[in-house]
């Protein structure tokens, strides 16, 4: 059995990639082929430097021989637009400058394990600031450049009822006894988790021995100079802490002793402080915790001692992503998700917002998920770095002035590829949700061949979350199905992110709900406009997208095959052993399961597998704890039970985010598309023909 699904998967890829092989006297394809992903490259984490002259960036390409996305540092000289590499020689990342602009420290790898290392520009010359015991996190630079602060795991008791009896000399018994006794014992991409928590170090940047400067039982990080003197850094050390997953408060660390206090201390998360230019002023996120499933972070003040909180713009509709200050201090920069795209917008001291500049986003290589970041230097005229988003290729650096003017694209790191391939047109789409009316934002790529003569395959594609945001911006996995023929719609259903936070919450304890009543409404819309055939129809979508999948094909037999990937099937199983089951119980549901199963189930696929008939492949990372391989087993065992046909697929060595990895993103679109292929009504028709 195992075998023969073995070769379904090898034969489903095939399938789809097959006709993308050219042979060796051909030329070579213009479509965006699976090979192609390889070619990719992006930037991420633009940092401008103090004086605004320059951007560092890490520059990603895709390494066929290792099979990883690998970032580099590379320089962009803004007066000459001078583009060079900087630390190419071993994979590095999150570049932060010194206060006067003349080093840099960066994360890095030596083949041993996660370092942290120190450049001096004027040199080019770097070297490894300590030996480190676990992975540092991101360095932060105190104030007059002497020093960093940083956390990182420190080990802790592991606990245990009896000491293991002496084994004889070269014998070879089992393992010890692991004993568990935390609520959040793995985590996605973490695997089970070792017993410890994160601590706050600070270090010198002359190099030698970090100093642990926080001794909690729990994880605290995130630090902040608040002055020479005092770190602020968040985490929560309430005894409940695991009953109240997002928790969090802002504490003062006085270095001189170690001593801890808190700033915060509402019931809801408060996070990512930062520190005005004068150190009189913390801007910070959070909110009140009304045990939603989803409550927009707002923008608050306070004293640098704690007093005086207050919040900002509290009339902003948009939720606020990262802050910082504009150099002067009388302003803050907000990255905010903005219908579909990431935009800055400056906010002034007395809660006046104005946007700076749009369109930032483009760093999510698979699917087209909103995520980008930007940087602001000092000076009397600030430069914004951002990253660009586009819809035709992945996310370039950009500049922009604090005034919103002299915006200018700085890279173009896939023109060596992409002008020279048919590149999916992509087309907006707003429709009334037949459900309420409500305005649904979509997007649709359109194969090269594109006729809206109503002969083409659609696939319905499902962003996760389920409170998360798709863009307008260009990714791998929506190229390499439009290339392939298919027109594919990727939409912010109700529950998104980035149209206010009534929009969001119009799933709470409602999902899924009517976000599939948004989803089928985009579908008829293409349909009625000869976009697609209404016998080609197929729908995918992982993580929160996985479970609206199979939630569909629990509503209806219009779409011909389904691919759920990464589901959650039921929530009973969800609430009671995902690594969020906590979130789920006291925040989605709100019910306990052992006294009210049918709050959970209500909801889950598993409860009406019977009214499936559409083919369903399931598809789970063998690693994933987020949404793990016993969610996507149950649908698939149910399926076969009741003789419709499944397949399930496990992707060895994935956690949750599968395209991590390029093959793993080429294996996965290629094998929902083999799956789809062979139940597609049109290519039946024409295998029959050619049997004829």
Known sequence: MKQRLLAMAAVAALLSAGTAMAKEDEAPSKRFTAERVFDMEYATDPQVSPDGKTIVYVRHAMDKMTDRDTGHLWSIDLASGAHRPLVTDVAASHPRWSPDGSRIIYMSSNGKGPEMRLLYLDSGRSFSLAQFSEGP????????????????????????????????????????????????????????????????????????????????????????WLDGDTLLVTGNLAEDRDLDPIESEIYKVELADNSISPLTSRDGPDLGPIVSPDGKTIAYRGFDDHTLSYEQANLYLMDADGANPRELAADFPLEFGSIDWAPDGKSLLALCEDHGVLSVYKVDLKGGVSEVVTNVGGASIGR????????????????????????????????????????????????????????????????????????????????????????????????GGPYAMYSPFFGSEIQRYAAEGYVTVWTNPRGSTGYG????????????????????SVVDDLVAKNYASKDRLFVTGGSGGGILTAWIVTKTDRFAAAASVKPVINWLTMALAGDIAQVVRRHWIRADPWTD????????????????????????????????????????????????????????????????????????????????????????????????
Do not use: C
């Open 137 to 224: 996190g991101q360095a932060v630079w105190s104030p007059d450049g002497k020093q960093v602060a940083f956390s990182m795991f420190v080990k802790g008791e592991t606990p245990s009822f009896a000491k293991p009896i002496a084994k004889p000399e070269g014998a070879k018994w089992n393992a010890d006894m692991k004993v568990i006794d935390s609520l959040t014992f793995r985590f996605d991409g973490e695997g089970y988790l070792k017993d410890g928590a994160d601590q706050v170090f600070v270090l010198t940047v002359d190099g030698g021995t970090p100093r642990q400067v926080t001794f909690e039982e729990a994880g605290l990080g995130g630090p902040q």
């Open 368 to 463: 087209p998920y909103a995520e980008g970041s930007f940087s602001v230097s000092g000076g009397k005229k600030p430069v914004i770095a951002y990253t660009a988003g586009f819809s035709d290729r992945p996310s370039e650096v950009a500049s922009i002035g604090m005034d919103g003017k002299g915006d200018k694209v700085l890279t173009a790191l896939n023109d060596d590829v992409l002008p020279f391939l048919d590149m999916a047109k992509v087309e907006e789409l707003h429709v009334a949700s037949r459900a309420d009316g409500r305005e649904i934002e979509a997007w649709i790529a359109l194969p090269p061949d594109f006729k809206a003569d109503g002969s083409f395959p659609l696939i319905l594609e499902i962003h």
């Open 501 to 520: 936070e009534e929009f969001a919450q119009l799933i709470d304890q409602a999902y899924p709900g009517n976000d599939y009543e948004d989803l089928m």
């Open 597 to 692: 199963p049918e709050a959970f189930l209500k909801f889950s696929p598993i409860r009406y597998v019977d009214k499936v008939v559409t083919p369903t492949m399931l598809m789970v990372g063998e690693e994933d704890y987020r949404t793990p391989a016993w969610e996507a087993e149950q649908f698939y065992t149910a399926l076969k039970m009741r003789g419709v046909d499944t397949v399930y697929v496990r992707v060895p060595g994935s956690p949750h985010y599968i395209a991590s990895r390029p093959s793993r993103l080429i294996a996965k679109t290629d094998n929902i598309m083999g799956w789809f292929a062979k139940y597609d009504p049109a290519k039946k028709k024409d295998a029959a023909a050619e049997k004829e």
